[in-house]
């Protein structure tokens, strides 16, 4: 036979070849086995539940709760095994003993202000703790709606309760009439007050203000004075500026190209004997010194004569200023070549004597005697020392002891004595004392005394 189930309902089935239970909406029902209908229908369950508080206060909670299977299938198959013998009467005790249960539970760790001040948390609790038992029986609850708490008979707790809220609400109506009124008052005095003091103080801010600006004013006009003459005095400033700044260029310029004809100067120096160039250096330095210093002084003396005679005369002082500079560029410009020019023969004489070393295998001995020769040197070193020998006439005396070897240190002393007095007084003219001038030479002591005069025996 084939079922099939309504829109509000599910077909279980079991038997042959069904391991355990199998809910579907519609199936084939074979021979040994059973099917049935199950309606899933929420439905509304009316409870006055019976509860009380952790003060042992107690009271009645009228709810309503919808509670149906849940449309899951494990949910429904949990329905269907346990839920599907049972008489329609069974399935609202089986739910009003789980709230009430779980109700009770709740309601027992709460006070009774906690309960009526946050009813939202208590509703909450009690639908949390209530859904995990009905998830054992696959139902689920769809909604729930807790009335106004009530008294038990014998309690009037929430009759007082009502009582103290009324009378708090008709207590806090007078206090707010007549605070109402208070604020009417006192408002209309403080407005008119300060209407009052924002008119006054609008009027002293006014006066402040038109003060203030006749203040500003004069000061701007100082301050206006101020910046023209500051403006003069920057200019006739930089008049004078403009013209010491031609002159000290000049200067500079000049400076400039006395030091870079020294370095030339020095180089080539450098290129001849060492010993030469460093002295001839040493006194170009000391004269471009000497110089350069004479010139800077007369520039000075000049530059202050020509700073009293120019003074008033900014625009032709301006050109005449430029003139002198492009003029001083140009002189410069003539000294550099000319600089530039010494360099390269120096450079070249340099590379000259690098050759040249390098021809000798890096003997510079033997480089500076090749230059020596070539140019002469030892000619003229040979000339000048003959002049300098030129016209002498000297005496010479020779004298001996006929060959025979010294034996006596002292005598032989002694015995040269004589002869040595004999030849000072005739080369020198000088008379030596007369206790020395009586000594006289033994002729068997001295046995040869020869004295040549002008290279002659």
């Known amino acids: 036979m084939y079922k099939v189930a309504e829109a509000n309902q599910y077909v279980v089935k079991t038997g042959f070849g069904v391991a355990d239970i199998l ?8 021979p040994g086995q059973t099917a049935q209908y199950f309606d899933v ?31 899951e299938l494990p949910s429904l198959v949990k329905y ?7 008489t329609k009467s069974n399935v609202p005790e089986l739910v009003k ?69 009324q009378e708090g609400a008709v207590n806090q109506a007078k206090i707010d009439v007549a605070d109402a009124r208070f604020k009417g008052d006192v408002g209309e005095k403080e407005k008119v007050g300060l209407t009052r003091q924002e008119v006054g103080r609008i009027e002293a801010d006014t006066v402040i203000y038109e003060n203030e600006k006749k203040a500003a004013i004069s000061q701007a006009n100082a301050r206006l004075e101020a910046r023209r003459a500051e403006f003069d005095r920057q200019v006739e400033t930089a008049k004078i500026e403009a013209k010491q700044a031609s002159s000290t260029r000049q200067i500079e310029l000049q400076r400039e190209y006395e030091e870079k004809r020294q370095l030339a100067e020095t ?30 002084r007369k ?10 005679e120019a003074e008033g005369m900014f625009i032709t002082a301006a050109k005449a200023a430029e003139a002198q500079m492009k003029k001083a560029d140009a002189y410069l410009y003539e000294k550099q070549k000319e600089a530039e020019a010494i360099s390269e023969v120096m450079a070249a004489q340099a590379n000259g ?48 002891q006929d060959g025979k070897a010294q034996s006596n240190p002292i005598a032989d002393i002694y015995k ?19 206790w020395l001038a009586n000594m006289t030479p033994n002729a068997n002591e001295v046995t040869k005394s020869q004295t040549l005069v002008n290279g002659k025996a």
């Open 23 to 30: 809910v579907c909406k519609k199936c084939m029902v074979w």
């Open 41 to 71: 229908t929420p439905h509304n369950f009316e409870l006055s539940l019976h509860a009380m508080s952790v003060e042992k206060l107690e009271f009645l909670l009228p709810a309503v709760m919808t509670i149906g299977p849940k449309i």
């Open 80 to 86: 269907a095994r346990l839920m599907t013998g049972r």
């Open 97 to 165: 003993g789980i709230i009430e249960g779980e109700t009770r539970v709740i309601a027992a760790g709460m006070s009774m202000e906690e309960i009526f001040k946050d009813r939202k948390a208590f509703k909450e609790n009690i639908i949390r703790n209530v859904q995990s038992e009905l998830d054992h029986f696959g139902l689920y609850c769809y909604n729930t709606n807790i009335k106004s708490l009530q008294d038990t008979p014998g309690s009037e707790y929430f009759s007082y309760m009502r009582m103290k809220t």
């Open 267 to 296: 180089e080539r120096l450098r290129a001849d004997v060492v010993a030469k160039w460093k002295a001839e250096y040493e006194v170009g330095v000391q004269k471009a010194n000497t110089e350069l210093y004479n010139q800077q």
């Open 299 to 308: 520039a000075d003396a000049e530059l202050f004569k020509k700073q009293q």
């Open 353 to 400: 004597l690098k050759m040249l070393v390098n021809a000798f295998n890096g003997d510079t001995n033997a480089a500076l005697n090749y230059l020596m020769v070539e140019r002469g040197t030892f000619q003229a070193m040979a000339k000048e020392n003959a002049n300098a020998i030129k016209g002498l006439n000297p005496k010479i005396t020779v004298w001996n």
């Open 416 to 434: 040269s004595l004589p002869p040595l007095i004999d030849t000072v007084r005739e080369q020198t003219g000088i008379m030596p004392p007369t």
